[in-house]
């Protein structure tokens, strides 16, 4: 059974700071997605990372993947308010499109 | 292009009433997946069709709980009768090569 698990949890963290989540998964998969939740409101996707080393920016964030040591970063640079969130990560379950979510981050970004 | 569409976004019912969520695809897209989420479990797959059919329920919490998919754009979540432990938001959504993309979400509050 494949088990995603992010960390950490909850991270409040001062605008212009850098920090990292991370996801770690259990079983060998070749797709990791990131997606955005805002209170009440729907998952907005971020990246799909599809290869081993793939590496992908939007803004102040930025995603990576390690499929070797089943893991993926989420990098945060220089954070911002609007970037208070909660982040899943999701992984591909064998070939279809099955994903399995982690447990989520909240982020809160303080002035 | 419209995103994926739920209906309705909020539904309150007693504890044994039927409750029927729906879900509009994206034109266009053939995998639809049914979600649960809730704070002490997360976000939860419930059910994935692929080109109508059915392809893992192993995700529905119990006899309770059906989906149908009658055509290409449309399903619905059922569940009949309700508890109060089915209270949660559900997500539908679809799939277009790589990306997932979610609907708003309906929020089922079981009395």
């Known amino acids: 059974e494949l088990k995603v698990e992010q960390n950490p949890l909850f991270l409040s963290m001062q605008e212009g700071k850098n920090y990292t989540i991370y996801c770690n998964y259990s079983?060998?998969?070749?797709?990791l997605y990131w997606y955005r939740q805002d209170p009440g409101k729907s998952l907005e996707s971020l990246f799909v990372l599809l290869s081993n080393g793939a590496v992908k920016q939007e803004g102040r964030l930025m995603a990576s993947l390690d499929t070797k040591a089943r893991l993926s970063t989420l990098h945060i640079t220089a954070a911002v308010h609007d970037l208070s969130a909660t982040y899943f990560c999701?992984?591909?379950?064998?070939?279809?499109?099955?994903?399995?979510f982690g447990g989520g981050t909240r982020l809160m970004v303080k002035p | 292009d419209a995103g994926v569409i739920q209906s309705p976004r909020h539904e309150v019912t007693e504890m044994g009433q039927e409750v029927t969520l729906r879900c509009k695809l994206i034109s266009g897209h053939n995998s639809l997946f049914w979600y649960r989420q809730t704070m002490m479990r997360g976000l939860e797959l419930l059910i994935y069709?692929?080109?109508?059919?059915?392809?893992?329920d192993s995700g529905m919490p119990e006899d309770r709980f059906s989906a149908k998919m009658p055509n290409a754009s449309f399903s619905t979540l059922k569940i009949q009768p309700s508890e109060p432990r089915d209270s949660a938001v559900y997500f539908c959504?679809?799939?277009?090569?790589?990306?997932?993309?979610f609907g708003p979400g309906t929020r089922l509050t079981v009395t």
């Open positions: 079983t060998t998969s070749d797709r």
């Open positions: 999701a992984v591909r379950q064998g070939a279809g499109n099955m994903l399995t």
């Open positions: 069709f692929n080109n109508n059919v059915p392809i893992d």
């Open positions: 959504a679809s799939t277009w090569g790589y990306e997932q993309y």
